[in-house]
């Protein structure tokens, strides 16, 4: 089943605490991001990256961290996390890189609270 | 910047009402438009998107937008709504000339019998 994975499905963390997010698609896709959905604010893009090692800043990338070393595997990092990176998390692969060509999919969210 | 406004927070319809949901964006070409939809503790799944040609598309689950030149606007619809309609719709742009997506606030839809 073509899929994007991620985990875990829910974090409860203290600030401070180094943390690993991640996310892994079966699509044999380019594109990857990551988002973070807060009450009010919608889907935030935090990082993208059209293929293998080849990353780039969204909209809100300060206090995360990801890599590409592999096509399928896309893990976001928050090295320092801190209350206000509380939110739900969301993983998305498309086919292709490109101006959003391509239909994005999603993960099934993570949800982080960072105490 | 690019900008995407769903102006309504949160809708409520009876069953077997139309149902119009409004989107609005800011850019200065011709975006790549989508409309997703997410129900309550799922992912995000897309009902429909607008690339170029016909200004009216059709979706799944029988949802349909219409591409607004002149208005800026990208508009979903659906004539019939259904109890399983509840959910949260977003929205999107994506940027032709680069690689990032932009999500509107969401407009959370409540259906009642």
């Known amino acids: 089943e073509a899929q994007v994975t991620q985990n875990p499905r829910y974090l409860i963390t203290v600030t401070g605490k180094k943390l690993t997010v991640t996310c892994s698609q079966n699509m044999n896709h380019e594109y990857m991001s990551w988002y973070r959905q807060d009450p009010g604010l919608g889907l935030r893009q935090i990082y993208y990256s059209m293929n293998v090692e080849v990353t780039d800043k969204g909209d809100v990338p300060e206090g995360y961290k990801v890599s590409r070393k592999e096509k399928r595997n896309f893990p976001l990092i928050l090295e320092s996390p801190s209350p206000n990176q509380t939110s739900l998390y969301f993983c998305?692969?498309?086919?292709?890189?490109?101006?959003?060509?391509?239909?994005?999919?999603f993960g099934p969210g993570t949800r982080l609270t960072v105490l | 910047a690019q900008s995407v406004t769903q102006p309504d927070i949160h809708i409520t319809v009876s069953e077997g009402a139309s149902l119009e949901l409004r989107c609005n964006y800011s850019y200065g070409a011709t975006p790549y438009l989508f409309w997703y939809v997410q129900s309550p503790g799922q992912g995000l799944q897309l009902l429909l998107k607008?690339?170029?040609?016909?200004?009216l598309v059709q979706g799944i689950k029988g949802f349909e937008a219409e591409f607004k030149r002149s208005q800026s606007s990208f508009n979903l619809r659906k004539p019939s709504v259904h109890w399983s309609d509840a959910a949260e719709y977003f929205c999107?742009?994506?940027?032709?000339?680069?690689?990032?997506?932009?999500f509107g606030t969401g407009t959370s839809l409540t259906v009642i019998p």
């Open positions: 999107a742009v994506g940027v032709r000339s680069g690689n990032q997506f932009y």
């Open positions: 998305a692969s498309s086919r292709t890189s490109g101006g959003g060509t391509d239909t994005q999919y």
């Open positions: 607008y690339f170029s040609g016909d200004t």
